[in-house]
């Protein structure tokens, strides 16, 4: 076993304030509850920190630093070996993303693990009367947080729900950056082909247009394409939807275009349409691991009519652990759905916007899952015309139903019960 220290004794070698909080705890937990084992592990970047305490107040392990890799994760193990893993509580703090792998190795072995919320080790720190704060000592003050707070454990379904939260950021972000060049694309064309987008019914951004401008970005280049070639490209791409007769209204079209003929056009024509096609692969791709996710999951978010894969995966991986919200108006805090509120002297406004200080992404998901409710369910379709009714816009009326059914989702979730609103 590890070399023993009292950890009363060893605190008092940082801290001046003589007696800490073992004492008094020591007497609560003396023959009344099973020894257990508490590792305080402070997260870095590079390095970590651990350090193990017993539930009656002996450091069982000092601190010792380990790396954020493979080999460091393994120290940590040995360290912990002679410990069962039943009798071990493992607590680091929310610190960004350079805990999640820690997490996951730990969880995937079978051991307790809690997130801590910094807020909780914060105010521990500041009952301390030296406010000393360096990593060692910070694995000390997890150890106390996890004996004297509440706490859960990690599973592997929170796992799960990491990576939903993490994919549908990244899935958010990668239709920005597609809507983004959409948008020079159109401008770049304007230049080029201003009639082009005209011609095609739906616009420019379908998958026929694409591979149209992959290959000739101009229209002397559209011109002087063959009418069977043109013919054909535009139907494979199109799936049919483009007949021989279109085509050559193309490329008379094309003929007498008014549009530049700057070659730098057509290169940044070319490079968009293909950053445009890697990105709508990459969406599908993300879109396919999240699906597996929540297929695994089966949760009942997914009996709600109007909510596919994408979007229930993005409202649970953001809500994360659902009772971490006592109530449903702190879920719609969170969300950023809940009405501002304008106080000065005896006036109350009587209407104001929605706060948007929450997690942008569950709003934007639940906006959207709003809509898509509201086409699928006779409840919610009649609360949106009662708004409507009201003189509410469309998008105000839209946020009220995501509100209620934030209300739905948090009693669906807490209590495992599917959706039964007729």
Same mark, same amino acid.
């Given at each position: 076993?590890?070399?023993?220290?009292?950890?009363?004794?060893?605190?008092?070698?940082?801290?001046?304030?003589? &007696?800490?909080?073992?004492?008094?705890?020591?007497? !609560?937990?003396?023959?009344?509850? +099973? @020894? #257990?084992?508490?590792?305080?592990?402070?997260?870095a970047k590079l390095n970590h920190f651990a350090s193990v305490v017993s539930s009656d107040g002996e450091v069982l392990i000092k601190p010792f630093?380990?790396?954020?890799?493979?080999?460091?994760?393994?120290?940590?193990?040995?360290?912990?070996?002679?410990?069962?893993?039943?009798?071990?509580?493992?607590?680091?703090?929310?610190?960004?993303?350079?805990g999640d792998n820690l997490v996951e190795f730990l969880v995937s072995r079978r051991y307790q693990v809690c997130?801590?919320?910094?807020?909780?080790?914060?105010?521990?720190?500041?009952?301390?009367? &030296?406010?000393?704060?360096?990593?060692?000592?910070? !694995?000390?003050?997890?150890?106390? +947080? @996890? #004996?004297?707070?509440?706490?859960?454990?990690?599973?592997l379904e929170d796992i799960d729900m990491m990576h939903l939260k993490?994919?549908?950021?990244?899935?958010?972000?990668?239709?920005?950056?597609?809507?983004?060049?959409?948008?020079?694309l159109t401008a770049y064309v304007d230049r080029v082909f201003p009639e082009l987008q005209y011609f095609f019914k739906a616009g420019l951004h379908q998958k026929g247009v694409y591979a149209l401008l992959a290959e000739?970005?101009?229209?002397?280049?559209?011109?002087?394409?063959?009418?069977?070639?043109?013919?054909?490209?535009?139907?494979v791409a199109s799936h049919g939807h483009f007949t021989k007769e279109q085509a050559k209204e193309l490329r008379v079209l094309a003929q007498k275009s008014v549009g530049s003929s700057d070659k730098a056009l057509s290169i940044q024509i070319t490079q968009s349409v293909e950053q445009i096609m890697l990105l709508d692969s990459q969406v599908k791709q993300v879109e396919s691991e999240m699906t597996e996710?929540?297929?695994?999951?089966?949760?009942?978010?997914?009996?709600?009519?109007?909510?596919?894969?994408?979007?229930?995966?993005?409202?649970?991986g953001e809500i994360g652990d659902i009772h971490r919200f006592a109530a449903p108006k702190q879920l719609l805090a969170f969300a950023g759905l809940d009405p501002t509120v304008y106080q000065s002297g005896n006036f109350n406004a009587s209407h104001t916007r929605m706060s948007k200080r929450g997690?942008?992404?569950?709003?934007?998901?639940?906006?959207?899952a709003a809509h898509n409710v509201v086409k699928n369910n006779a409840?919610?379709?009649?609360?949106?015309?009662?708004?409507?009714?009201?003189?509410?816009?469309?998008?105000?009326?839209?946020?009220?139903c995501a509100g209620k059914l934030v209300r739905v989702i948090h009693k669906m979730l807490s209590d495992d019960v599917a959706f039964n609103l007729g």
């Open positions: 076993m590890p070399e023993i220290f009292l950890l009363s004794t060893y605190i008092n070698q940082v801290y001046d304030d003589n &007696r800490w909080w073992m004492p008094q705890y020591q007497n !609560t937990l003396k023959g009344r509850y +099973t @020894l #257990m084992y508490y590792v305080g592990i402070d997260i630093k380990f790396t954020n890799d493979n080999d460091g994760f393994c120290k940590l193990l040995s360290a912990l070996a002679p410990y069962e893993c039943g009798s071990l509580i493992i607590g680091l703090e929310s610190t960004a993303h350079y997130v801590i919320n910094p807020i909780q080790t914060s105010t521990m720190r500041k009952n301390n009367i &030296r406010k000393t704060k360096t990593d060692k000592v910070d !694995t000390f003050i997890i150890a106390k +947080t @996890l #004996m004297t707070q509440p706490h859960r454990f990690y599973t993490n994919l549908g950021r990244f899935r958010q972000k990668l239709v920005k950056d597609r809507t983004r060049i959409k948008i020079q000739a970005p101009t229209p002397e280049l559209i011109s002087s394409m063959h009418l069977t070639h043109l013919t054909h490209l535009l139907e996710i929540m297929l695994g999951l089966d949760s009942v978010i997914m009996t709600i009519p109007g909510i596919g894969y994408i979007n229930g995966g993005m409202i649970l997690s942008t992404a569950l709003r934007y998901a639940l906006i959207n409840t919610f379709k009649s609360y949106y015309d009662t708004k409507i009714a009201e003189g509410r816009t469309h998008y105000n009326a839209l946020g009220h």
